[in-house]
């Protein structure tokens, strides 16, 4: 059993439901310290977070991760038991496998060899791991980077976990990531009973045009990075249950997958709330607005997205493609510190859902990947030292 495996099957092992961390922080922390990182740790509310750098001076990589992990679901529907580690035709079962602890197991081991190798490399190492990536957010990597941005400590490059990888391993890296915007939009009408239809406004009817103006309308056509902004509702809810009533509001969830402003097609956050309201002022709708947005973020070809596809193709014989599809990540927020961020991680197809699984033979290639980037970038700094 090769140590990345070992260590991998130690985290799953822990019952790490987000925000708990179950101690695989403390695991991650005791092979660090002997190697020379200087360990903070970072508890905010109830989450546990920790920063570790190994050396003084640029660059700086930081490999970034959580802990945590989703609900189960029903454990009865597990092939094994989603937290006993399980190999299985030539499978690594269990929850976390791929979401993401597989990827924090890479990270160390990759380290340990690197600095095995080098152990007076140029630049410093660093990790950054949360245990509030698949909860609400508000705790971890956003907190972690406030502190050290209010200490102006920022990295060169960073490498978040993620499981990316579509149909084989290194197929893609995540070079960036939507904004979103999502709005809690609620008409006014007036209630009163269906069969006097002059009596009433119907707040459904009054907003259905406006519906049709904003799923019709194109936002942008995105650009050489991003697809084109998509506009959605997640939900609609109104009426009071009966047949006979009239509605006097209506509540409409939606959505806003936006690419960043990188040029004269690409949309904002201020830009599209405008345009939003536009509309809706346009029908003289009365309602209300409530806002919530995720920053997007985006890496240009560089450094890092250079050293990491080679570093993937020597290890996995795969040329990855640059991709920004997906959800959200903690990429965003270390964005704020970093100017190269860049997701890659184990296949996706498993992620969240009942027998989350990784497998065995792409483990090793995925702990070389991150060394071959740590040796691409640290020692070419080496050089003009």
Not at 55 to 61: C, E, S, T, V
Not at 85 to 91: E, L, W
Not at 267 to 288: C, F, G, P
Not at 308 to 326: D, H, N, Q, R
């Amino acid at each position: 059993m090769s140590k990345t495996l070992e260590l991998a099957k130690d985290l799953i092992a822990r019952h790490s439901l987000t925000p708990d961390d179950a101690g695989c922080q403390e695991v991650m922390i005791k092979r660090l310290e002997p190697l020379g990182f200087r360990i903070e740790r970072m508890r905010f509310g109830n989450v546990d977070n920790f920063y570790a750098r190994r050396g003084d001076h640029g660059p700086l990589l930081v490999f970034a991760g959580h802990t945590d992990v989703v609900p189960t679901g029903p454990v009865e529907k597990w092939h094994t038991p989603p937290f006993e580690p399980t190999i299985k035709d030539g499978m690594l079962f269990g929850r976390g496998a791929a979401d993401m602890k597989t990827s924090c197991a890479a990270f160390i081991t990759a380290i340990e060899d690197f600095i095995a190798d080098h152990p007076d490399h140029a630049g410093s190492i660093g990790l950054l791991i949360t245990s509030d990536e698949e909860g609400i957010a508000i705790n971890g990597t956003v907190k972690v980077v406030e502190a050290l941005k209010a200490r102006n400590e920022h990295f060169d490059y960073c490498i978040v976990g993620e499981p990316t990888s579509n149909k084989v391993v290194g197929d893609m890296i995540k070079n960036g990531r939507r904004g979103s915007l999502s709005g809690k939009l609620t008409v006014k009408g007036v209630q009163g009973h269906i069969a006097y239809p002059h009596l009433v406004k119907n707040p459904i009817h009054m907003v259905a045009p406006a519906i049709k103006d904003m799923v019709e309308t194109v936002w942008d056509k995105g650009n050489e990075y991003f697809p084109p902004t998509s506009w959605q509702i997640s939900n609609m809810n109104g009426g009071t249950g009966a047949t006979n009533v009239v509605p006097g509001e209506v509540e409409i969830l939606f959505n806003f997958r936006f690419c960043p402003e990188l040029n004269s097609q690409g949309s904002t956050e201020q830009n599209l709330k405008s345009r939003v309201h536009a509309i809706l002022d346009l029908h003289a709708l009365d309602y209300e607005l409530e806002w919530e947005y995720s920053p997007p973020y985006i890496t240009p070809r560089g450094e890092l997205v250079e050293a990491i596809s080679k570093a993937i193709e020597e290890s996995y014989g795969v040329t990855p493609e640059l991709s920004t599809t997906g959800g959200t990540s903690d990429g965003r927020f270390i964005a704020d510190i970093c100017k190269q961020v860049i997701e890659f991680g184990p296949l996706n197809a498993t992620i969240h859902k009942l027998n989350e699984c990784v497998a065995v033979a792409d483990i090793e290639p995925l702990k070389d990947t991150y060394k071959r980037t740590l040796e691409k970038l640290l020692l070419a700094a080496d050089e003009h030292r």
